[in-house]
Structure formats: C-alpha cells, structure tokens
C-alpha cells in the first residue's frame, strides 16, 4: 500500500473500530419510550445510526454506502419502510439520533447488553485471526521465529493472550495500522479481525494478506455478530428477526458481505 493511499483510508476505518460498542453504551443512556412496529410502520422509515467516513462498515460519501447502509436499507425493505441514515461520531451525536438500528454488535450469549438495547437474530460469524504476507512462509502461530513480532490492537484481549504465551507483539492503536505494518514489513503478522483483512485485500489485489485460523478454538476470540435494536417492542423485534432470516436464506448478506471483500460465516 502506498503512503498515500494509506493516508487516505485510515481516517475512515479508524472511526469504525468503536461505533458499535460505542453506540449500545450511548444508546443506553436515552429516554426510556419503546419504540414500537407500529410506530416505525407508522412513520414509514427504520433509522440506522452508522458513522459517516468508515468504510467498509459505511460512508456518506462516494462510489460504494459501506455494508452496514446495503444491509440497513434491506432490513428496512423487509419490513416495508425506508431507511434513514443518522450520521454519527461523537457521544453527543448518538444521544441526540434517536436510532431504531445499529449494525454489526457482537453478541455474546454470556453478556447483556446495556440500557434496554436487544440484539437480533445473529447473522455472521467473526473474530480474530493471524494474518500474514502472501510471502510468508507461517503456518501457524507456532511456526513465527521468537523475533518475528504480531502486530495487535493496544490493549486487547488477544495482545494479553499472546504476551502471556511468550509470542513478540507491537501494539497498534488501529487495526488498519496493523495491516500497513505488515504489508510494509514492519511486522510478521497482524492479530486483527477478518472485516479488516478482506477490505484491505480488495484494495491491494497486487499484495494481498493471507489469513491463518490461528484462535479458532479460543471462544474469547470468536463471537456472532448481529443487529442491535433500541428498546424494541416483542412484534418489532420479531420482524427484524424474520428480516434477517430472509436475507441470510436468499443470499443477500453473502453478496453484500462480498462486495466488500468479506467472507459470510455462519454464527454459532
């Protein structure tokens, strides 16, 4: 990747990292109404709170919405209204927008979520994975040289899994630092998530990243992705549920998914 297409990307995947975590801690702190089927019917639109310049999960701007958008707008055809984007970046932004929907929550069957937010049907399956140079001869984690060092995102869980199994790591602050690390060979191998690596291989066709199933087995390194709905009554919830069940069978998601470079896997 070239500096300057490095420059260009990063300010809108950074922004990403922390909308949907930071959106289900916002959302909890607004007012208290259920928001009804009736109501959206009534109002004819589903607003989705998504971030304006982080592509591939959305943007406001340019030649592709982002896949949350895509997936927004057919959950929304399914329950027979249209999709209004509210775009937010800050605290303030998401108490003030109102969401019916945000995109991409991890849901964990041993967690609870925060201020009444309920999670969907899952739809995907995601997680951490090793990624390395088309280049590399790795295999595995094991196979690293003990000064071959694992780029990881500053203060994760699997920065605290690696260090403790005696792996070298360089912490990032970004996962898209990560993998420009890696593909300028500062790094050995990228402990980041699948979203990342399949964005960033359908803009570098030339050089693409190899994934290695290094954490498959960790159950704290792997979790299902759904929708996350704002105090939602039973019927809307329901249909949400059935909207998301549609589209997993007809294969919508997939191709959604595909056209940012993202493979669809089942959740578990």
């Given at each position: 990747m070239t500096r300057a297409s490095s420059a260009a990307w990063k300010p809108r995947?950074?922004?990403?990292?922390?909308?949907?975590?930071?959106?289900?801690?916002m959302l909890g702190?607004?007012?208290a109404d259920a928001r009804s089927l009736e109501t959206v019917i009534e109002r004819g639109t589903?607003?989705?709170?998504?971030?304006?310049?982080?592509?591939?999960?959305?943007?406001k701007s340019g030649p592709v919405p982002g896949f949350?958008?895509?997936?927004?707008?057919?959950?929304?055809?399914?329950?027979?209204v249209k999709l209004t984007r509210e775009w937010v970046v800050s605290a303030i932004?998401?108490?003030?927008?109102?969401?019916?929907?945000?995109?991409?929550?991890?849901?964990?069957?041993d967690a609870q979520t925060p201020g009444g937010v309920r999670v969907s049907r899952p739809y995907h399956r995601s997680g951490v994975v090793l990624a390395v140079r088309s280049d590399s001869k790795a295999s595995?984690?094991?196979?690293?040289?003990?000064?071959?060092?694992?780029?990881?995102?500053?203060?994760?869980?699997?920065?605290?899994?690696l260090a403790k199994g005696g792996t070298a790591t360089s912490p990032f602050v970004y996962e898209d630092d990560i993998?420009?690390?890696?593909?300028?060979?500062?790094?050995?191998?990228?402990?980041?998530?699948?979203?990342?690596?399949?964005?960033?291989?359908?803009?570098?066709?030339?050089?693409?990243l190899r994934l290695i199933p290094a954490f498959d087995n960790d159950q704290d390194l792997n979790w299902?992705?759904?929708?996350?709905?704002?105090?939602?009554?039973?019927?809307?919830?329901?249909?949400?549920?059935?909207?998301?069940?549609?589209?997993?069978?007809?294969?919508?998601?997939?191709?959604?998914?595909?056209?940012?470079?993202?493979?669809?896997?089942?959740p578990q």
């Open positions: 995947y950074r922004l990403a990292r922390y909308a949907a975590s930071l959106a289900l801690l702190n607004m007012s589903l607003t989705l709170c998504a971030s304006p310049n982080a592509l591939p999960f959305a943007s949350q958008i895509e997936l927004g707008e057919k959950i929304a055809q399914q329950l027979g932004q998401y108490r003030r927008a109102d969401c019916d929907l945000v995109l991409d929550v991890i849901a964990r069957k595995s984690l094991a196979s690293l040289g003990s000064d071959q060092r694992v780029g990881v995102p500053v203060g994760s869980l699997v920065s605290m899994t993998v420009a690390a890696l593909a300028n060979r500062e790094i050995e191998a990228a402990a980041v998530t699948p979203m990342t690596v399949g964005w960033f291989n359908l803009q570098h066709a030339d050089k693409p299902n992705i759904a929708a996350g709905l704002l105090r939602p009554d039973d019927k809307l919830q329901q249909r949400v549920d059935a909207a998301i069940e549609a589209l997993l069978a007809d294969g919508t998601i997939a191709r959604i998914y595909a056209r940012y470079g993202i493979e669809l896997k089942p």
